[in-house]
């Protein structure tokens, strides 16, 4: 039934070119359909509410400060980071297709891990607000200009893709040979 996916490498070693994740596996149907249900209830939620924000702090003049600027943009992130594997599980507990191309793997290990590190990033820089908000509260206006806003948020998603660059680089020059099982989903 699952089928092993091998080529031929350059030293004449077979070498893995598709992973059959194994996670669910062991799982009765029914209950992979009631868990594929409900992560997609939590995955669709999740969407919703940080479009919600998103629409919200767009709508309401109010809201259109340093502080929700940021909050906006970490909801978009956060809506792609969910989406960098949720999507592939979903796909995987509804068609029961457990594989995954090497080159789908290198693609949602670097995003996954580069929209974190940009989390990361986009986070220090809102406590960088909240620290001028706090400790100069009559020179924050001057101080976090929308331009600069900006600015730092385009640092974050500049950094947080650049950093990590080399990762997928350095995965495409190892060679995958044995078993191309992994017990994970």
């Given at each position: 039934q699952d089928e092993l996916k091998f080529s031929m490498g350059p030293e004449n070693e077979t070498a893995v070119t598709e992973f059959i994740l194994e996670g669910f596996s062991g799982l009765d149907q029914r209950l992979q359909l009631f868990l594929s249900l409900v992560l997609l209830l939590i995955y669709l939620t999740?969407?919703?509410g940080n479009t919600t924000i998103i629409f919200l702090v767009c709508v309401d003049h109010r809201l259109q400060t340093p502080?929700?600027?940021f909050i906006s943009n970490l909801s978009f992130l956060e809506i792609w980071f969910t989406s960098?594997?949720?999507i592939k599980l979903?796909?995987?507990l509804g068609s029961g297709r457990r594989t995954?191309?090497?080159g789908s793997c290198f693609a949602q290990s670097y995003f996954y891990f580069a929209l974190g590190c940009t989390e990361f990033v986009l986070l220090v820089v809102m406590s960088f607000d909240r620290y001028v908000a706090i400790c100069q509260p009559l020179r924050y206006t001057a101080i976090m200009k929308p331009q600069l806003c900006i600015h730092l948020v385009v640092a974050a998603w500049v950094m947080g893709v650049a950093l990590l660059t080399y990762r997928p680089?350095?995965?495409y020059?190892?060679?995958f040979c044995g078993s191309n099982k992994i017990h994970h989903f």
């Open positions: 999740t969407v919703v502080m929700y600027f960098s594997t949720s979903l796909v995987i995954i191309s090497l680089v350095l995965l020059k190892l060679t």
